[in-house]
């Protein structure tokens, strides 16, 4: 085996290295045979999603093989986001490689090796964070609740009946993930009118249309890096927001704005996560290669689609016969839609989700993102199709079954409210620990499938030895047609509306917390340095960044009309304007502007009161814009 991987890597360039070739002596073999691979990087993932990026040479590494594999490298702990934690007089923090998922060589294609006339490449060894000898960072609270998962359920395969599975068939329990991507592309310093795109996008006028020039050739050549490095891209395809192209004076498609998708095959739980990082990072270099912009923001454009990163779930168990059999799946697909297990995992994603939504939703982008009318989900309630020969279609819901009547393994979870700036590692510690709590009681209550699909679909009001009694978990309804906004909050809960509030969730549900900490998994040392985290880069960015670019928006709205060509609604119009403009940006002796009381909050650290007030500038920011939409096109004459 070992020969054939070294001839297929002599004729081709290299791009990942599975877990056997982790070692001293073939790691020397492949490195001497590749002159291109230049640099090796040992990639960690702190608390915020961010991955390190150092330049080892090559030489320096092979130097100091043995040591690099074993005791890893050194940073400073104030490179890496995990305050409380690291300190200025303990900020030592080393990073020890993951042998447990592939690595693989990050090309930089402008920077050829002369004498292989090959892209100059960085082998990236993903890496664990490790402070006073404890692990701290998000790659290794993912290994831990992987473990944690598998070792409870096969506990739970010995002590329980669990379908028609026998504890000694069992190799090994397999968490399994998968992400789908969504994403902005544009030609750099070019925007199209927000109207345009608004009308585009109710139109669906580009929805699953065909790509062109380098558009299309950007995807092509990202699908194909995608296979290069074993993701198994499954699909790519425009999205429901974008216009069409203009054609410049030199021929070429120019004030280019869409929406794609791309997708790729599912993959343990850990290595799905890896695969997620490294998809966005090919897909924007490709891109960028192209002349094209790529944003993963989830709402970069306010009043247009925003861009969502789907996460499945599901769980296998592999037996030692070599097949695969989905925990989810029913005994019977024609019969009942889940498994006891499924039926647990569904149960206890859902009534634990406020405190998993913290790791889904973080920023202020996310939240720009999670508001009605735009596919987006924000109410706890799932969706199983209207019965088991239709499969799920509700896109409202926060969770879909998905399923497929002669497919087992195919039934799943998709979890619609990630975003691809969410940290898919937290995100996936968070929602298997919530999965794991709820598989337990089903499988210890020795409830049928029935019985726990009766209990699933409890009205409000209804108790539940495991669900909330005032609550509904399922609607195979538009929840936002369907429901007014009283009946949603009654029933599916209220949702959090900024980051602070989502982040309150932890301390406000200290059972739903307690959860998240089982089996060691999220600490409290590291929950609270995740809520500090976060919590530092929202009030930074509110402050700093989205406060200041509403001043520049408010001080935009200048008035239009002259002393002719105006009449009383011109006038009526910009009175009410102008008072919002005031009440914005202009403080007086007396009263303080809303911005300004915004700083006074976020200077005395009170941030229920920075919450509240961020609320209330983004509804008169909204207002002031509708407004002066209105007005600007009542202007005949300027």
Not at 215 to 228: C, F, P
Not at 379 to 386: E, N, P, R, T, Y
Not at 400 to 417: H, Q, W, Y
């Amino acid at each position: 085996m070992n020969d054939t991987v070294y001839s297929y890597y002599e004729s081709e360039p290299v791009y990942i290295i599975p877990g056997e070739m982790q070692n001293v002596q073939q790691l020397k073999s492949l490195l001497s045979k590749n002159p291109e691979i230049k640099f090796v990087s040992f990639a960690g993932i702190d608390l915020r999603g961010n991955d390190t990026d150092e330049k080892i040479p090559v030489s320096t590494f092979l130097e100091n093989i043995e040591e690099f594999l074993s005791s890893g490298i050194q940073t400073d702990g104030s490179s890496v986001v995990i305050p409380g934690i690291a300190s200025l007089n303990d900020a030592r923090v080393d990073m020890i490689a993951d042998t447990g998922v592939n690595w693989y060589v990050d090309y930089n294609y402008e920077h050829r090796d002369i004498s292989s006339e090959r892209p100059v490449g960085t082998l990236r060894i993903p890496s664990f964070l490790i402070h006073n000898g404890k692990k701290v960072d998000s790659r290794s609270i993912l290994r831990r609740a992987i473990d944690y998962f598998k070792n409870e359920i096969e506990n739970l395969i010995k002590t329980c009946n669990v379908g028609d599975i026998s504890p000694d068939d069992i190799a090994e329990i397999i968490p399994l993930a998968a992400t789908e991507l969504e994403f902005w592309v544009k030609t750099p310093n070019e925007q199209a009118e927000f109207e345009e795109l608004s009308v585009s996008q109710v139109l669906q006028e580009q929805y699953w249309k065909r790509t062109k020039s380098n558009v299309r050739t950007a995807l092509e050549k990202s699908l194909m890096l995608l296979e290069k490095y074993d993701l198994e891209p499954e699909m790519g395809h425009k999205e429901v927001g974008g216009v069409t192209a203009k054609i410049s004076e030199e021929g070429k498609l120019s004030h280019i704005m869409e929406q794609l998708e791309i997708d790729w095959k599912y993959n343990n739980a850990a290595q799905a996560a890896d695969n997620e990082l490294l998809a966005r990072i090919l897909i924007k270099e490709t891109f960028r290669r192209q002349g094209l912009e790529v944003t993963f923001m989830a709402k970069p454009m306010e009043g247009v689609a925003g861009s969502g990163e789907h996460t499945h779930l599901s769980v296998m168990a592999r037996l030692k016969d070599g097949r695969m059999v989905n925990l989810f799946a029913p005994s019977d697909m024609k019969k009942d839609f889940l498994s006891p297990v499924g039926w647990g995992a569904l149960m206890g994603l859902l009534k634990n989700y406020e405190a998993v939504n913290p790791f889904v939703t973080s920023s202020n982008d996310a939240f720009n993102r999670l508001k009605p009318g735009f596919e987006a989900p924000v109410c706890i309630v799932a969706s199983l199709g209207h019965n088991v020969e239709v499969p799920s279609r509700n896109r409202t819901v926060l969770a879909g079954l998905v399923r497929d009547m002669n497919k087992p393994l195919s039934v799943r979870f998709e979890v619609r409210a990630p975003n691809p700036h969410t940290n898919t590692f937290l995100a996936l510690a968070a929602m298997y620990q919530a999965m794991l709590d709820g598989i337990k009681y089903a499988v210890t209550s020795k409830k049928t499938s029935e019985e726990l699909f009766k209990e699933f679909c409890k009205k409000a009001g209804k108790k539940s030895p495991y669900l909330e009694k005032d609550r509904e978990y399922r609607s195979e309804e538009d929840v936002f047609e369907h429901y007014t906004r009283e009946e949603r909050e009654k029933l599916f809960g209220c949702p959090p509306a900024t980051v602070w509030e989502n982040l309150c969730n932890l301390s406000k549900y200290p059972s739903k917390r307690e959860v998240l900490s089982r089996g060691d998994v999220f600490d409290s040392a590291l929950l609270d340095s995740y809520v500090k985290a976060v919590s530092l880069q929202w009030s930074l960015e509110l402050g700093e960044r989205i406060v200041i670019e509403n001043i520049e928006e408010v001080r935009k709205c200048v008035k239009l009309h002259g002393k002719e060509g105006f009449n009383d609604y011109d006038e009526e119009l910009w009175t009410e304007i102008n008072g919002l403009r005031h009440y914005l940006v202009k403080s007086s002796l007396r009263d303080k502007s809303l911005f300004a009381r915004i700083k006074e909050a976020l200077s005395d650290k009170n941030y229920d009161r920075v919450s509240e007030l961020q609320l209330e500038m983004a509804e008169k920011i909204a207002e002031l814009r509708k407004l002066y939409l209105i007005y600007k096109r009542n202007i005949i004459e300027m």
